[in-house]
């Protein structure tokens, strides 16, 4: 169940197709436009009054991202001292390391800002995405390289493996 009207719209149109393709095969029924309302021992409420019965339940729910529009230098638009980072930013795809370098350049900012020294702007980078569907199969894009089955599995394996060793999580 999905709150947007389609799933994975982070990710290229493609890829999201494949994703779609790919989760249909396996068996997985996909609702889109539906917002969770109520969740009861075997029964989702949504919004629109509808409900579903489930035997297993996995919540993913997030944020909805963007929600706060920003400035070049992270200030949400219309505030001079109030910055937004992360995933309810505008300057955030809902990702972890734009949302922490985000933060670095927010703390700098907010530092600045008290000692009456000029922001300093962040510069937004794309490294890719990476999104796991099932065991040894995964749709990426780096750049304009877009990729499916198990090369994306492999680097986003190795890519979580150098986060957890440098960030210690």
Do not use: H
Not at 4 to 27: F, H, N, T, V
Not at 141 to 148: E, P, V
């Amino acid at each position: 169940v999905e709150a947007s009207s389609q799933i994975l719209p982070d990710i290229d149109e493609s890829l999201r197709k494949k994703a779609q393709k790919r989760l249909q095969k396996l068996g997985d029924e996909i609702i889109c436009s539906y917002r969770l309302a109520k969740v009861k021992e075997d029964m989702v409420f949504f919004e629109n009054g509808e409900s579903l019965k489930y035997n297993n339940l996995i919540w993913t729910g997030g944020v909805t991202t963007g929600q706060y529009r920003v400035d070049e230098y992270l200030r949400v638009i219309g505030e001079s001292n109030v910055f937004a980072v992360g995933s309810c930013s505008s300057a955030n795809p809902g990702m972890v390391r734009p949302a922490m370098e985000q933060a670095k350049i927010a703390a700098q900012n907010i530092a600045r800002t008290i000692a009456g020294k000029p922001p300093i702007a962040y510069k937004k980078k794309f490294y890719g995405i990476f999104v796991v569907l099932e065991n040894f199969y995964a749709l990426g894009k780096i750049g304009k390289i877009k990729m499916s089955g198990f090369p994306p599995w492999l680097i986003k394996k190795i890519i979580n493996f150098l986060y957890k060793k440098t960030y210690a999580v």
